[in-house]
């Protein structure tokens, strides 16, 4: 999307602020705050404004109509005199949070799409709220039912729904839905066909598995017809998945290192996506999926230090940094990888391809790849009402729990030896960069979305201070924390 | 129940009356008719009173307070001046049918349950409404969810909502919820075990298979206990149950072989039963779990005619009928049975065991057995989203289709040979009597509650009058028939 | 079958003899030893003789034509002169071990019975040698295919083959075959029908599930041909059973609190063998089942200790007490009873159950219930073929491995508290006894067989000397005990 | 394998010629002829040799040390005095059949690999002997157990068992064992995890699906180690496979459209296999896979015309003319055909693959692509104890029963509308040029090995006639074609 698109679609949200909850079943909607059309200024706090440069300290942000309408030291900058201030001595600024792969809806088992199926929204809109409430201001959505996630996408921008700005992809081209070879292979099994088709069809639209059958012109025109429907930004499966245990049926199948595409494929999905003006990008599981991915020309890949029990190629490393192509990471805290290699069979990754990963990680990071944050995080049950028979218990410091994943990101990002002020930019600025919306988000200057978060304690000194969040600003509304989520949904313990 | 108990169940309702319609959440009951007072009298049509006496033509049924305050000819009784006057010249008046075995709520897929789960009375409302509307007055769930059940049983006796009388049994004693081994034995393999033990807590109470494991005091106790939950009477297990085809999985179990309880268990379930007023009923699927129910004591047999591939010995027959037990006989129509007996596997039931069935039913009959209605019926998806693995294409004339199956019954019994005055009482009288209602329902005379049906055509010369309901009485009140169901839940076409 | 009966298959063995080796297709029995018809004297052991008697110190026992010829003490006895003479001064002579339960053939998985099919008697005749080479001279075994068992056994009796002296029960009456409800409910999901069908039908034979569907009388018929194939007793299921893990799927049925026939068909099964001169022997596993047997009136109940979570009434252990019906125990060892505690989960047992067992085996010893020695052991696969999903590493002193359960049992009994004379009396004489051999077998006395197995230490001080084992005489013939088994082929390395 | 290895093997096979059966429990071995060394001549027959020339009529054919000593015209030819001859007038002389796609171990079955597990060998001798009964003289081998399957042809090749002459490919490279993804990927369920392992790595050897995971070096050198094994070609995977109904578990995976290895690795696979000499094939299912395949530049593409439901690219067709690639074709015939439309579940099959593959093939044949006959066969168990849960029964003239299928092959291409000797020629010639072995094989030729078929009528004018074999000579032997199969094994009705 372009940024005038975005900016047009930002600016409606404030005009016409309200900040209404869904109507569904809701008597009153809570204004949680109506100042998105009048000036913020947040005065005193130290700036790290996500473009790379040194904090600056006694720094003035002033927020006008959505947008950072200035930004410098105090002293500099005139302080407006009727604009609501804040006060940030000791406190710092930095730019909203981007994660770059979550999944606002996720669970893929029959038992949860029966129940929740006519209430997608409801779940999503939940999820947006969960990461917004930790200072997450913008979240990719790489895989989900996408009328869904576009209705709240564009609810949210409307100003009707408080939540994270959503962008998302909708199906990962060429995957199933959730009842199908990717997710959930033994669904059908145990419910209707009519039910089993009328959801898939809800993920895949017309770029499911028939995708694989086609040829390249074929391919070229179902991905066109795809991108019309107004999704934000392309994935597509340059390997396909497994997801052993979603079922609570072991598959051991191995579709990890099985290829979707030929390079003839891929090429014309990502040409197709770059003259539609959106980024594309990749899910690869292996060292060859991942090499056709970057030959193709993707802009950002998905988890490219999964790749089973190779590790990456040297020259494939090298070409990742001469493309400048950006790699979207999911790393394990050290807490977490003890327990993943010590129980290989509750998360169906045998040990050595954990280690793998490992090493490829600090590989790319030493390489000097351009890493962005992402966590794979969607909202878990907390009455467990998910299939447990897949082994759902993820142990110490699940790195998949929306609205926490974050936290951690950073905290294993660090003990991969990655540097503090790299890790801010890998969670701000080139986030936007990937996707390409840095015209409008990712950086706190002058003239971009005023999305930025207040900190208690510096983000820079340790990782644990971005816990300690003071505020949220979305497009320069001031977020009402403590109200989130609005209405409890999935995370209610009235189950169901 | 005792007659006190039912009558003052049924005087509330009368007092505040009826044709309500249900509005979501029911914050408030909206009495859209208050003629539940107010007299009606029918005029002219041949009266069928279900005594068993011969047709009286040009009858007189004169209904006030819910009850029929006079019956008679024309000419020997004064007809109120103010009453609601039904011309029933050319017309059938027989009192309201009853059904009894049938089944309110009924999937048992994990998929249906997680869709419907905290919606259950929705649907049980629903399937009373279907159920009133052709004419069947009062049922008797035999299998469900007691709490839902007993809370519309409630709600339709106080006038809240419009339907059937209901009469639930809850748990067949000693068998398993509907995710375990009588129902949907694999169901733990897809779902999480919270919602499975939640589910299956619902419908067992205390009075599930732990019981099979306990000693005849125990097992008093437990029974004692669960009367006290308010069930109108109490159904219990002489032998198991396998439900081939309800998870979409082959179970090829044969328990419809087994033994539930011994002898001296069965005693005294019976007994405590009886104690507290209630009458007792079994499950029974072979010769010997037949005759144990028999010898101890029960007052209705479900399905006596299902024996597997052994025909009940005459010993058995002959105590039946020394016994005056009542059966509920389920009979295939000769389409029907046609269609099962080409098609066993569908049905997972040998053909050998479908001709037993049959004979045993016709000697049934012709022994002079007791037999009521029951139809086992409940009502099915239309847009099938059930499980189809389980082959639930039943074919033609699917005699457990809840609103249809009772006409089918009686085409069904005409068929095996028997009588259209024993058929009528079979579907009026012989069901109120085998529950102990004689003295509050099943015919038409002075001081019972007044449920009765006026039919277009005689009963008794072809049974396919029974189709052709011109008006429904329940309870002194005319059933607005057109308007049921008055919310459509599992039939509405727009699923989910 | 009768003490004659017996006995003439006994003296034919003793006439062809004995310590054959099994040669493939069995063309010709080669007899290696002819001592079976020649004397044996053994001098100056102490002989602990089963009767209960004191034991004898410097004692002389004289095997002649298979039999104790005469037993006493030295002086009194004259020792012949030619006898091959075994020296025992510091050592015990005990009667050869008896083991009421066993299963000399014991896989249910598809891949086991696809692989061994046209080879069980390989398979039992291996069993049976690893049997007698640990001292246990007859086993009963209490469910397999029983046309193999027969031939094995009467080749074991006629002198072609060496083994313990088998009595085989073969089906349990009611159960369906290996790949059926009790043992492997889904084998028919990925094996042949045909397949299926011809294994269960070397199981089952005409007392199959079928017998659950019939009358008492349907019963007894098909009781009194089985009899007829020439089996030892009879074990009929009281409750049933279920096998969870067995197949490799998950089975949650809870079979094993269900009862299988009425008290009348218990009748007919008991009276009907005891007619035809065999003992009868009831599988219970709940406290009605339990006690329905006993009223039926059995001669032995298999591990009566089973009674899922709820405590043997008094009352049964009274009338087990009282009708003298033997009680076949399979404890457990402390080591053993500790890892089930803590892993209920892999052997699909509920904790409680396992309290209420151990509780119940204290107090059917404390209450005088008589005791024989079970293992229901067979032999396991030492290369794990078996089906690894269904839990089969059963942990610390595992008691189902035959050639060592015997051993353990001891070590079990003693810590519940059972004393070492009534611990060899329930491995010797009271087996006889409940099995109705206690003419031939059971005792070292004058007449009977010559069973006899002499210890490096005495079993009465401390139970590991049961384990020091010096020599195994069977029907008069010295066993040549490091041969066994003589042909491996379960136990081969070189699988398969 | 070049021409003098073959030439090297087949010379000792006419030096040692013995036709000894195979000694294994065979008591006695059968000759069927021990003429191997000496002359035959065949005279007076029609000559159709395989080089696509006229029909000779009145031909001889001179056979000495198992090759072609001459042939040509009666009177151009001088007879030997001494030689076995064999008068031909009024029969047709044609060169032995080829079968370029076979499995002479094929049911995936655990029951069917857990019975016939260390006995591999015995149903690979049969099923080659099978073939060879009807004329097929050399059969490609395209999937199985690699060891078995070289240890027979070896014994073949020296004449110690009769059967046709085989060439074997072992694993198809990148596929699973029978055990795993591609075949029967639940046999992890019911079957242990030692024997999956033992049973896969008899397959996959080095070359299983963890090539998918390597890099083009890494898997360049496990087909050069996998290639000095021994065997004969090379086949992988372009495209996944998925054997639904394998497992008796439905499977509906889709795995057919899946790319297996990028164009790299093929180019490696390709290189490394003609560097040793060896022809290599590819099985694909998709356009793009197939397509792929052609650019690597593999040697033969096995079922070219299947791809799903788009239908080849007329680009990938001109390619395969001009790169003069052989396409191994498995035909339908039109009864087949029609059975397959009106039962698409059954081979689980959508209707629309079957017509584009009808379709596809035909326009191959129009187009003049190179042809060889294939047929996919192996020997079914006519006592059905394959897994019937799969839908075996495959009606009407199931293309895929060895020795039965090639006859079917001529009459589905037929009516596909190839013309008499264009399938003549792609059942001999075409077959020995695909696999390079048009030196020694493939065609009735002075110097050529001595295979041929005379029939009773002439295979051009009606291909009912290639069933009218009067003889078959396999390297210069008269075959005992009566005595074949000679150890009935899988054919036996006494199963197992």
Redesign the interface.
């Known amino acids: 999307m372009s940024r005038s698109c975005l900016r047009s679609r930002t600016f409606k949200t404030i005009r016409w602020i309200v900040l209404v909850t869904t109507i569904t079943f809701h008597l009153s909607p809570i204004a949680i705050s109506s100042e998105g059309n009048s000036q913020i200024s947040i005065v005193g706090g130290t700036l790290i404004d996500g473009t790379g440069a040194k904090p600056l300290e006694d720094a003035v942000v002033i927020i006008e109509g959505g947008e950072i309408l200035d930004v410098g030291s105090r002293g500099q900058i005139e302080l407006p005199e009727a604009a609501h201030r804040i006060q940030a001595h000791g406190q710092y600024i930095i730019p909203g949070l981007m994660d770059a792969n979550v999944h606002l809806f996720r669970d893929v ?4 799409i ?2 929740y ?2 209430r997608f929204e409801e779940l999503i809109e939940e999820a947006a709220q969960i990461s917004l409430k930790q200072g997450v201001t913008s979240v990719f959505d790489t895989w989900g039912p996408i009328q869904s996630l576009m209705n709240v996408r564009d609810r949210i921008d409307q100003g009707y729904v408080v939540g994270s700005r959503i962008f998302a992809a909708g199906n990962i081209v060429g995957f ?1 839905g959730p009842f ?2 990717e997710f959930n ?2 669904a ?8 089993i088709e009328r959801v898939n069809e809800k993920f895949t639209k017309n770029v499911g ?2 995708l ?5 012109d ?1 391919v070229g025109l179902e991905i066109k017809e795809y991108i019309n429907l107004g999704i934000d930004f392309l994935k597509y499966g340059s390997s ?1 998945h497994d997801c052993t245990g979603c ?9 990890n ?9 891929q090429e014309v999905i990502v040409n197709t996506s770059h003259k539609a003006g959106i980024t594309v990008q990749s899910h690869s599981s ?4 991942l ?2 991915a970057l030959v193709a020309g993707v802009d950002l890949l998905q988890h490219a230090s999964e ?4 590790p990456i ?1 040297d020259a494939t490393i090298r070409l990742m940094v001469e493309k400048g192509v950006y790699a979207a990471e999911l790393p394990r805290t050290q807490n977490r990888l003890r327990f993943e290699l010590e129980n290989p069979e509750l998360l169906h990754r045998p040990r050595e391809h954990t280690q793998v990963l490992e090493e490829n990680l600090i590989r790319l990071i030493n390489a000097g790849v351009a890493i962005v944050m992402a966590t794979d995080s969607g909202v878990s049950n907390p ?7 897949g082994g759902q218990d993820f142990g110490a410091e699940h790195p998949e729990e929306l609205g926490e994943a974050h936290f951690l990101w950073f905290k294993a990002m660090q003990s991969k030896g990655m540097k503090p002020m790299e890790m801010l930019l890998a969670a701000t600025r080139n986030v936007a960069a990937a996707y390409g919306k840095l015209d409008s988000l990712g950086t706190i200057e002058k003239g971009k979305l005023a999305d930025l978060v207040i900190l208690g304690g510096d983000p820079l000194r340790d990782v644990n201070n971005y816990r300690k969040i003071r505020a949220v600003v979305k497009g320069g509304v001031l977020v009402d924390r403590a109200a989130l989520p609005i209405r409890k949904v999935l995370t209610s313990r009235n189950q ?1």
């Open positions: 088992s029959v038992e949860f029966a129940r199926e006519g199933s199908g070879r292979a033994t059908s099994w145990t419910a209707a066909g009519e039910f598995p028939d694989l059958w086609m040829t390249p074929q396909a079922s609570g049926f072991p598959q051991p199948l191995g579709l290192s099985m290829l979707m595409f030929s390079p003839a494929v292996s060292v060859e999926s090499r056709l790749t089973g029990p190779t190629p009455v467990k009402t998910e299939v447990e028979a169901p």
